[in-house]
């Protein structure tokens, strides 16, 4: 069972363009949702996160908006560069203690075209 | 760089052999997970340590085990290897039950 749905599962920008992905989640219980950039051969790197108690938290050129009662949320990056090719997961999980890792998306390969 | 290690880079094994993967976590950090990643997918959790316990796991057979030591290191251990797992290993650490999560570069496993 799938509870992180990512989508698009490609996406290709034009330089200076807005770059959208969009995630769905199942589980009620999970209050914390982080984006990651993953890099050819590198591990995930945190971009920004949000708790369900805001529903946009903007940091640089990337923004999260959530919508809690759609159970929603989605990466904005705006002014795409070519170096914001990559790959983008959603992950969500419960916060603060138990042992819970992170549920993630299946992941977008964005490419930001120059 | 998150300061949280891994080794070795890449490895090599035939089915239904053995493997040790090793983790160093970022300075401070006593939690550490481990996830899977096959290619093309988001990354599948397989368990964490904390204060040198397993307190969690996803839905990985036991022949996937761990440990962590005093200094907070972590090893992943995985018997009698079959083809499927082939992929990306990585480990995360964190403080305590703080919810950021500081993934290393990985292992690239591949199993023939």
């Known amino acids: 069972q799938q509870q992180v749905k990512q989508s698009p599962q490609s996406l290709i920008v034009q330089k200076g363009g807005i770059s959208i992905i969009n995630c769905a989640y199942e589980?009620?219980?999970?209050?914390?949702f982080p984006w990651y950039q993953q890099f050819p051969g590198k591990g995930p790197a945190l971009l920004i996160a949000?708790?369900?108690?805001?529903s946009e938290k903007k940091e640089g050129r990337f923004t999260i908006s959530f919508n809690k009662s759609a159970k929603q949320f989605s990466l904005h990056i705006m002014d795409s560069q070519p170096g914001d090719s990559a790959t983008y997961f959603c992950?969500?999980?419960?916060?603060?203690?138990?042992?819970?890792?992170?549920?993630f998306g299946k992941g977008t390969h964005l490419i930001i075209q120059p | 760089e998150t300061g949280v290690t891994q080794s070795p880079t890449h490895l090599i094994k035939t089915r239904g052999q053995q493997v040790t993967l090793r983790c160093s976590s970022q300075s401070g950090h006593n939690t550490v997970s481990w996830y899977q990643q096959a290619l093309g997918q988001g990354p599948q959790f397989i368990f964490q340590y904390y204060r040198e316990e397993e307190n969690g796991r996803g839905n990985f057979p036991p022949r996937f085990s761990g440990l962590q030591f005093p200094n907070y290191s972590s090893e992943l251990n995985v018997n009698a290897l079959e083809l499927d797992d082939s992929a990306l290993y990585l480990c995360?650490?964190?403080?305590?039950?703080?919810?950021?999560?500081?993934f290393g570069p990985g292992t690239r496993l591949t199993v023939l």
């Open positions: 995360a650490s964190r403080r305590g039950q703080t919810d950021t999560q500081y």
């Open positions: 992950a969500a999980k419960r916060s603060g203690g138990g042992a819970d890792g992170l549920t």
């Open positions: 949000i708790r369900p108690d805001v």
């Open positions: 589980n009620t219980a999970f209050d914390y």
